[in-house]
RNA sequence: GGCGGGUUGGCGGAGAGGUUACGCAGCGGAUUGCAAAUCCGUGAAGACCGGUUCGAUUCCGGUACCCGCCUCCA
């Protein structure tokens, strides 16, 4: 079996993935507040982590891993938005769960073997808080139940900080009823505006960080493997689930190893609202790019370095997998290829397996380069189809197809007159079109290519 | 202020203390009426300053610059 390695944050270095049960292998990972589409930084720990669930199921085999990504769907933000809507809050949660599916589907990922909601593990989190006020790591105050950052002399181990520093930064909330600028909540009190749960500390409605916790404990037990997430989330968010985990266990111990992706930009920038940098999956998707372009970019750059979304790298990826498409056509796919295998397994390392995947496209192996492609979500058949489609309609097509006739039939002519004029005229006409020219012995075949223009096509059938 | 990431050939982007990354673009060739597509081949690198070493782009220290998180936005 091949020996996966994966850096840890929680440690700051590399190390051997050894999966606490012999032969199972559970991750947990942050899932979406589910109040708008996912944008593209959302989805990029999405197709990092699935890529790391294909390669876990692969070594350990498919029943052996539990994949658990929640869904957030308690949060002050989805509040804003059904105050703003006047819509039902399960309306507008089950709306974004269904979009979320659906983009993530289109970028390959596969479903995660649990999804729980945060709201119906309410009950959970309500004991784990009783729990940790009962080990005196919380306490109640004015209708908000707090964690108590003092009583966990590890807090701030993950991210490298002390509490003391972090309050120098004095970038906290300052409440009255904390005992220490760090506490976090774990329960809040609700308004009647507001969504909540009857709770021993009157109606109210759980923190952020608590549900991570309290569904990783239900789901995966006490402690588990790997868990998951974007760098950005390394603080509070971890540190706090961690304290949380940790302070409520027998072990003491939560996650194994904890994985951070690094954030994602677009065009060198960060990416943001104001700048006007700002997509959605669904924004992609509707531009014409395939979800398979999009994972390919992603997995382009390694996860722990920052990532730049760009239309040039779209279009490079789209290129490649056009061609690799292409030669896999009707090709039944062979075994995966060693070299990749060991690129997934040192640390997730998938620029480097595509490149083993170059290698192989070039060697003209079609069998394992499919293979191997495969085991990182690429070439599957259920992200193909894009790449026969094209922009044209089946009308268009035909025209095309009488154009290719009349070129031929021009082409035959000028061979013999030696006067290719008409020829070159009507492939440049065509070439501006956006019609990709292909001439051989063989005949002539047109192909709508980049820019391609119906209009301009129609106006040459005359 | 605290924490973290980065700086590699024209562009993108990896690994490895000594031997070709890889892709795109470029260049040469095959093919083509000319092209396109395809195929074959090929030049080009590691911010700066020190240190360790027989040897560093790769390890260590420092400098500069870029970026992110700590704040509703991943």
């Given at each position: 079996?091949?020996?996966i390695r994966l850096?840890?944050?929680r440690t700051?270095?590399?190390e051997?993935?050894v999966p606490l049960?012999p032969?199972?292998?559970?991750?947990?990972v942050?899932?979406p507040?589910?109040?708008?589409?996912?944008h593209?930084g959302?989805?990029?720990?999405?197709?990092v982590f699935d890529?790391?669930?294909?390669l876990?199921?692969?070594v350990y085999?498919?029943?052996a891993?539990?994949?658990v990504?929640?869904?957030?769907?308690?949060?002050?933000k989805?509040n804003?938005?059904?105050?703003q809507?006047?819509?039902?809050?399960r309306?507008?949660?089950?709306?974004?769960?269904?979009?979320y599916?659906?983009?993530?589907d289109?970028l390959?990922?596969?479903r995660?073997?649990?999804?729980p909601?945060?709201?119906e593990?309410i009950?959970?989190m309500i004991?784990?808080?009783?729990?940790?006020?009962?080990?005196?790591?919380?306490?109640a105050?004015?209708?908000?139940?707090l964690?108590?950052?003092?009583?966990?002399?590890e807090?701030?181990?993950?991210?490298?900080?002390?509490?003391d520093?972090?309050i120098?930064?004095?970038?906290v909330?300052?409440?009255?009823?904390?005992?220490d600028?760090m506490d976090f909540v774990?329960?809040?009190?609700?308004?009647?505006?507001?969504?909540g749960?009857?709770?021993?500390?009157?109606?109210?409605?759980?923190?952020?960080?608590?549900?991570c916790?309290?569904m990783?404990?239900?789901l995966?037990?006490?402690t588990?493997?790997i868990?998951?997430?974007g760098?950005d989330?390394q603080f509070?968010?971890?540190?706090?689930?961690?304290?949380?985990?940790c302070?409520?266990?027998?072990t003491g111990?939560f996650?194994?190893?904890?994985?951070?992706?690094?954030?994602l930009q677009?065009e060198?920038?960060?990416?943001?609202k104001?700048?006007?940098?700002?997509?959605t999956?669904?924004?992609?998707?509707d531009?014409g790019?395939?979800?398979?372009?999009?994972?390919f970019?992603?997995l382009?750059?390694h996860?722990?370095?920052?990532?730049?979304?760009?239309?040039?790298?779209?279009e490079?990826a789209?290129?490649?997998?056009?061609?690799?498409?292409?030669?896999?056509?009707?090709?039944?796919p062979?075994?995966?290829?060693p070299?990749?295998?060991?690129?997934?397994?040192?640390n997730?390392?998938t620029?480097?397996?595509?490149?083993?995947?170059?290698?192989l496209?070039?060697a003209?192996?079609?069998p394992?380069?499919?293979a191997?492609?495969?085991l990182?979500?690429?070439?599957?058949?259920?992200?193909?189809?894009?790449?026969?489609?094209?922009?044209?309609?089946g009308?268009?097509l035909?025209?095309?197809?009488?154009?290719?006739r009349r070129l031929?039939?021009?082409r035959?002519v000028a061979m013999?007159?030696?006067n290719?004029s008409e020829?070159?005229?009507?492939k440049q006409?065509l070439?501006?079109?956006?019609?990709e020219?292909?001439?051989?012995k063989?005949?002539?075949?047109?192909?709508?290519?980049?820019g391609?223009d119906?209009?301009k096509?129609?106006?040459?059938k005359g």
């Open positions: 079996m091949v020996a850096y840890n944050t700051r270095q590399e051997e993935l049960i032969g199972k292998l559970r991750m947990y942050c899932g507040t589910v109040y708008d589409r996912a593209i959302n989805a990029r720990p999405v197709v890529t790391l669930f294909r876990l199921r692969h085999g498919e029943g891993v539990t994949y990504r929640n869904f957030t769907d308690v949060d002050d989805i804003a938005k059904a105050a809507t006047g819509r039902p809050i309306d507008i949660t089950d709306e974004t769960i269904g979009w599916h659906d983009d993530m289109a390959g990922a596969l995660p073997t649990h999804e909601r945060a709201t593990y009950g959970a004991a784990m808080i009783a729990d940790l006020i009962d080990r005196g790591h919380a306490y105050a004015e209708g908000h139940v964690f108590d950052v003092r009583s966990y002399a807090y701030g181990r993950l991210s490298g900080r002390s509490v520093d972090m120098a930064g004095a970038r909330e300052v409440a009255p009823y904390k005992r600028p774990l329960w809040k009190p609700s308004d009647d505006s507001l969504p749960w009857e709770s021993p500390w009157g109606w109210g409605r759980p923190g952020w960080h608590i549900e916790s309290a990783a404990k239900e995966l037990g006490e588990f493997d868990h998951g997430g760098i989330l509070p968010h971890h540190e706090n689930e961690i304290a949380q985990s302070c409520a266990s027998h111990k996650a194994n190893i904890w994985m951070h992706n690094e954030m677009v060198g920038k960060k990416m943001s104001s700048l006007g940098n700002f997509f999956v669904r924004d992609l998707l531009q790019y395939p979800g398979e372009v999009i994972r970019v992603y382009g750059t996860y722990s370095k920052p990532m730049d979304w760009t239309h040039e790298k779209a490079q789209e290129a490649t997998l056009r061609k690799w498409r292409e030669r896999t056509r009707d090709v039944i062979g075994e995966v290829h070299g990749v295998l060991q690129d997934l397994a040192d997730l390392n620029a480097g397996a595509i490149a083993e995947l170059h290698v496209a070039n003209h192996d079609a394992t380069l499919l191997s492609a495969r990182m979500g690429l070439l599957t058949e259920e992200l193909g189809g894009w790449e026969t489609e094209g922009p044209a309609d009308a268009t035909s025209a095309l197809d009488d154009l290719a031929a039939r021009l035959e013999d007159t030696k290719f020829v070159d005229t009507l006409a070439i501006a079109a956006g019609v020219v292909r001439m051989s063989a005949g002539v075949e047109l192909l709508p290519g980049a391609f119906a209009e096509v129609w106006a040459l």
